[in-house]
């Protein structure tokens, strides 16, 4: 389905979408850009979950990092995720599906807390997150063990569902494999007028997209800049990216409340 498709959707318009920030981190330039200059200070990434509901499934995509392997990475959280839900008014055992964009330790974390989800995976990221890339330390290194074993015993509970490449995951809600920064990567497109794109880490901050730098962490380098060119003539058509990690995403929205910055309305139904 291209981009003019989702826009004539009939339901194209019926997910309200809202970015939870839980923490955030100042990170020196050289662990945030694989080349930096020299005269580069430091960076900051922030750390989100988002929530996609529209009256009859509640999806969440991601689940943030764990507290405890958050501390050991020295990323301190602001809000756990679940608390996060719950001020808006979202129960853990109200999330009907959780879209995972990748297993890396701070979109994984935090699966046992909902009993009642589906878990959305590319077959590809599971693969890479338990076969032989895990060899090699550098190649882990964003990866929790406990996270990756809980989705293990989740498939043994019937409750992953494996995809593979490009997907509908429900009506006005399109899933895109992209790969790069991880495997399995995928990022969540929710139909509109201008249709909006959950890009989790297939971009990490809105001017990478700018300035074709990258994150120093990744699968493969290919498949990272060819995201960016998949994500570019998205936005040529009409769409509206959010970067995985942008300090600008709780700037450039209403925020649900007035005096709580860490919590935006990306998309309002019917927007």
Not at 179 to 200: E, N, R, Y
Not at 216 to 224: D, G, R
């Amino acid at each position: 389905m291209t981009l003019s498709d989702q826009k004539n959707s009939p339901r194209s318009a019926d997910w309200e979408v809202i970015a939870l920030r839980y923490a955030s981190k100042k990170l020196p330039a050289s662990h945030a850009l694989l080349d930096p200059d020299p005269h580069e200070c430091e960076h900051q990434l922030d750390y989100f979950v988002w929530l996609c509901r529209n009256g009859e499934r509640t999806v969440l995509v991601d689940t943030g990092f764990d507290r405890v392997e958050g501390e050991s990475r020295g990323r301190v959280m602001q809000i756990h995720p679940v608390d996060a839900l719950a001020r808006i008014g979202v129960a853990a055992a109200d999330i009907t599906d959780i879209f995972i964009t990748h297993l890396h330790y701070d979109h994984a974390g935090n699966l046992k807390y909902f009993p009642n989800a589906t878990i959305h995976l590319q077959d590809s990221e599971m693969s890479y997150a338990t076969g032989r890339c895990m060899c090699h330390a550098r190649m882990r290194k964003p990866f929790a063990v406990a996270d990756v074993t809980t989705a293990v015993e989740l498939v043994y509970r019937d409750r992953v569902r494996f995809h593979d490449g490009d997907y509908r995951l429900f009506p006005g809600l399109q899933a895109k494999h992209v790969g790069g920064h991880s495997k399995g990567l995928q990022i969540l497109v929710v139909d509109g007028d201008a249709p909006l794109v959950i890009a989790s880490d297939a971009v990490h901050l809105r001017k990478y997209l700018q300035t074709d730098e990258i994150f120093p962490m990744f699968s493969n380098y290919l498949e990272t800049v060819e995201g960016y060119r998949v994500l570019r003539e998205m936005m040529d058509e009409g769409a509206e990216i959010l970067p995985g990690h942008d300090p600008d995403v709780v700037t450039l929205y209403p925020r649900v409340e007035p005096d709580w910055e860490d919590a935006v309305i990306v998309r309002k139904r019917g927007a």
